[in-house]
C-alpha cells in the first residue's frame, strides 16, 4: 500500500502532481527512483520543473449550450502570449469550457480530477501536464463560472481571448443578451446593482465623499446632505442597471431592460491575467542565457 508521505516525498522531489505521483508509485510498487523515471518519461517531470515561472497570459472562452441553458466562461493561463494563439493550446482551453459545462465540477480542484471528455482514460490534470511538456510552457487552469437556467444564458468574447462576459437572464432575446455581455465587457460593473454591494464599501466612499465635502469648506450637516447626492454616481460606476448604456449613454441600463421586459440574474466578467503578477522579461538577457547554455 503506497503511503501519503511517500507521495509527498516523491512529490518534493519532482514537483509533479498528487494523483501523478500516487499513479506511478502505485505502478512501481512504491519504488521511489523507478518512479521518478516513469515521471520523467511521461515528461510529468519535466513539466514540473515549469510549474514555478508564472503564468499570467493565456485565454478566456466561453461556451453556451443546451439552446442557451447552460453557460460557461473559463481562464487558462500560459507564460506568454504567443501560446496563447497556438492552436492546441486554444483547443485545450475548448476542451476545458466544454468539460465544465457538462461535467459542473464545484472547483478548479474537482475539475482537474475528472476523466476527461476528450480521453476517459486520462484525468484533466494529466491532460494538462501532458500538453505543458508539449507546449513547453507552465499552464494553469485558473477559475470558471458556470451558469444553468431556465431563462437564457448569453456569452461574448473581446479581444480574441482578453476577455470574456457571461450572463444570466430573464426575459428578453439574445440580441439584447449580447448588448448587455458589450456592456459588462466595456464598462465593467463589479455588481449587479446596489443591494449586491457590500455595506462597509459603501460606509468607506461615503467617508470619503463627506470628506471632500468637507474639505471644500462645507459644514458637516451641508456635506452630509452633499454624499447622499454623490453616492448615486458611485453606484451608477460599479452597478451594472445604473450605468449609462453605452450604445446610448441617455438610457441607463435598468431602462433598457424594463423597455424590453427583461432582467438580469448575474453575470460574471474575465479578464485575463487579471490580479496575476506578470512576468518582465528583457530580451537580451534571455538570449545570452541561452547561448551561454
Given at each position: 500500500m503506497?503511503?501519503?508521505?511517500?507521495?509527498?516525498?516523491?512529490?518534493?522531489k519532482t514537483g509533479a502532481g498528487m494523483m501523478d505521483c500516487k499513479k506511478v508509485l502505485t505502478e512501481t510498487n512504491g519504488d521511489e527512483e523507478k518512479a521518478i523515471e516513469l515521471l520523467r518519461e511521461r515528461g510529468i517531470a519535466k513539466a514540473a520543473k515549469k510549474s514555478d515561472r508564472i503564468a499570467a497570459e493565456g485565454l478566456v472562452t466561453t461556451y453556451v449550450a443546451e439552446k442557451g441553458k447552460v453557460g460557461?466562461?473559463?481562464?487558462?493561463?500560459?507564460?506568454?502570449?504567443?501560446?496563447?494563439?497556438?492552436?492546441?493550446?486554444?483547443?485545450?482551453?475548448?476542451?476545458?469550457?466544454?468539460?465544465?459545462?457538462?461535467?459542473?465540477?464545484?472547483?478548479?480542484?474537482?475539475?482537474?480530477?475528472?476523466?476527461?471528455i476528450t480521453d476517459e482514460s486520462k484525468t484533466v490534470q494529466e491532460v494538462l501536464t501532458?500538453?505543458?511538456?508539449?507546449?513547453?510552457?507552465?499552464?494553469?487552469?485558473?477559475?470558471?463560472?458556470?451558469?444553468?437556467?431556465?431563462?437564457?444564458?448569453?456569452?461574448?468574447?473581446?479581444?480574441?481571448?482578453?476577455?470574456?462576459?457571461?450572463v444570466e437572464m430573464e426575459g428578453g432575446n439574445n440580441n439584447l443578451a449580447k448588448d448587455i455581455c458589450m456592456q459588462i465587457a466595456a464598462a465593467r460593473p463589479e455588481y449587479l446593482d446596489r443591494n449586491a454591494v457590500p455595506q462597509d464599501r459603501?460606509?468607506?466612499?461615503?467617508?470619503?465623499?463627506?470628506?471632500?465635502?468637507?474639505?471644500?469648506?462645507?459644514?458637516?450637516?451641508?456635506?452630509?446632505?452633499?454624499?447622499?447626492?454623490?453616492?448615486?454616481?458611485?453606484?451608477?460606476?460599479?452597478?451594472?442597471?445604473?450605468?449609462e448604456f453605452v450604445k446610448n449613454p441617455d438610457q441607463k441600463i435598468n431602462q433598457l431592460l424594463e423597455a424590453n421586459g427583461a432582467k438580469v440574474v448575474r453575470f460574471a466578467r474575465f479578464e485575463k491575467g487579471e490580479g496575476l503578477q506578470k512576468r518582465e522579461e528583457n530580451f537580451a538577457e534571455e538570449v545570452a542565457k541561452q547561448m551561454n547554455g
Open positions: 503506497i503511503t501519503a508521505e511517500q507521495v509527498k516525498a516523491l512529490r518534493e460557461v466562461v473559463v481562464e487558462v493561463n500560459a507564460e506568454t502570449d504567443f501560446v496563447a494563439k497556438n492552436e492546441e493550446f486554444r483547443s485545450f482551453v475548448a476542451d476545458v469550457a466544454k468539460q465544465v459545462a457538462e461535467k459542473n465540477p464545484a472547483t478548479v480542484e474537482e475539475l482537474l480530477a475528472q476523466k476527461s501532458e500538453k505543458i511538456a508539449t507546449i513547453g510552457e507552465n499552464m494553469s487552469i485558473r477559475r470558471f463560472e458556470r451558469f444553468e437556467t431556465n431563462g437564457l444564458v448569453e456569452s461574448y468574447i473581446h479581444g480574441d481571448g482578453k476577455i470574456g462576459v457571461l459603501v460606509d468607506h466612499e461615503m467617508e470619503i465623499l463627506k470628506a471632500q465635502a468637507m474639505n471644500e469648506g462645507k459644514p458637516e450637516a451641508v456635506a452630509e446632505k452633499i454624499v447622499q447626492g454623490r453616492i448615486g454616481k458611485f453606484y451608477g460606476e460599479i452597478c451594472l442597471v445604473e450605468q
